[in-house]
């Protein structure tokens, strides 16, 4: 019979499984980054060969077409019209980056920080030149299917918004894609100035106080409630807590979740917190009430009576102030502001249970910019 395995043998296996599967995912990343800077190579020579002169760049249609034949024809899928068009595409989309100067292996190595221990690579008739002043330096990091439904969002700020953040969170391609039909550019950008706006675009979602996590509404369609069942707050709760890594993913960056119904008491009397959460970038929590009826300035007091408890027995001396959210389905802004003060930690966010209007979000958006701009 064969002997089991002992804790430290079990150990072992354990340290080499995670070894050959990180291997395998920098492999598959390195192939990824590979094809990309392919196609954005590809993308240049058809860019620069249609520039050439007028009589070449009227022939395009038939060009990519003749092109994608005979590439296929000798190298199989991926190189159809539509995905050589693609390219084309991308380069003219991206040919502000810089040039393709890191080098495959090279963002191989950068996981282990040991380039030295590999071979450089680049691509034939790849530009060296440095990238200009205008134009920052951002290494390309997603896989090319990322970058099909980029070039799909014809706003370049919001283009280069969700391509810092898909890159910074490591989104997969799905979790891109209902990011952008949720509408969180939009969402974020409403609750900003217009130097708010330009930041998102240049350096994404960045997390420096209490309002930059905020966005209006919330979107929670991944719970599978419908807007015109009838629901208690404590199935709302419930369907929160068996969806809480999707739920983390739409409040953003930086979330831990610690607590549901996290219980304090004063005499003979109980309170309960209906979510608690962390935010490690802010080093501060984060209280949640769930509401359905119509807002209240009860339900605000009652916040702001969390909030002060958390911070007086909770909170540590080198931890940040806390801040309290009462999600409800509709919330009375001018209730808002005459029981709130402008700096408070407490704040009133809508939810909804389907995917917003991208239009009627762009519409918003551009009626708010119009009038900061006033």
């Not at 706003?155 to 891109?176: C, M, V």
């Not at 929160?240 to 219980?263: D, M």
Request: proline share 3%; hydrophobic share 40%.
């Amino acid at each position: 019979m064969k002997p089991s395995a002992t804790g430290d043998e079990a150990h072992l296996y354990e340290r080499i499984r995670e070894l050959v599967l990180s291997a395998r995912q920098t492999v598959a990343r390195g192939v990824d980054l590979v094809q990309v800077h392919t196609n954005f190579e590809i993308g240049r020579h058809i860019v620069e060969h249609e520039q050439q002169g007028d009589e070449r760049a009227s022939y395009g249609k038939e060009l990519l077409t003749a092109l994608a034949n005979r590439l296929t024809e000798e190298f199989g899928k991926g190189f159809a019209r539509s995905n050589v068009a693609y390219m084309r595409s991308f380069y003219l989309a991206y040919s502000g980056r810089a040039p393709i100067v890191q080098t495959a292996s090279g963002q191989l190595a950068s996981v282990e920080n040991d380039r030295a221990a590999c071979e450089s690579f680049t691509l034939p008739g790849t530009l060296q030149t440095p990238p200009a002043k205008s134009s920052p330096f951002r290494p390309f990091s997603l896989s090319w299917s990322h970058y099909v439904f980029l070039l799909g969002i014809k706003n370049s700020d919001e283009r280069s918004f969700y391509e810092i953040e898909a890159s910074e969170q490591n989104w997969t391609l799905r979790e891109l894609k209902r990011q952008f039909n949720s509408g969180l550019y939009e969402r974020l950008a409403l609750s900003r100035d217009k130097q708010g706006i330009r930041e998102l675009a240049r350096a994404g979602q960045l997390i420096a106080q209490p309002k930059d996590i905020l966005k209006e509404p919330l979107v929670l369609e991944f719970l599978g409630l419908s807007e015109q069942s009838r629901y208690s707050e404590s199935e709302l709760e419930t369907a929160i807590i068996s969806q809480i890594e999707q739920f983390l993913l739409e409040l953003g960056k930086g979330f831990l979740f610690e607590a549901r119904q996290k219980r304090f008491s004063f005499d003979d009397d109980h309170f309960f917190v209906d979510l608690v959460f962390y935010n490690r970038l802010l080093r501060c929590y984060v209280l949640i009430d769930l509401k359905l009826g119509k807002l209240t300035h009860q339900d605000l007091g009652q916040m702001q009576m969390y909030v002060n408890y958390f911070d007086r027995h909770v909170k540590t001396a080198d931890e940040n102030a806390s801040i309290g959210i009462v999600l409800c389905k509709k919330k009375h802004e001018a209730l808002v502001e005459i029981t709130l003060p402008k700096d408070a930690n407490i704040h009133a966010r809508e939810y909804q249970l389907c995917l917003p209007s991208k239009a009627e979000l762009q519409a918003k958006l551009l009626e708010w910019t119009a009038e900061v701009g006033a």
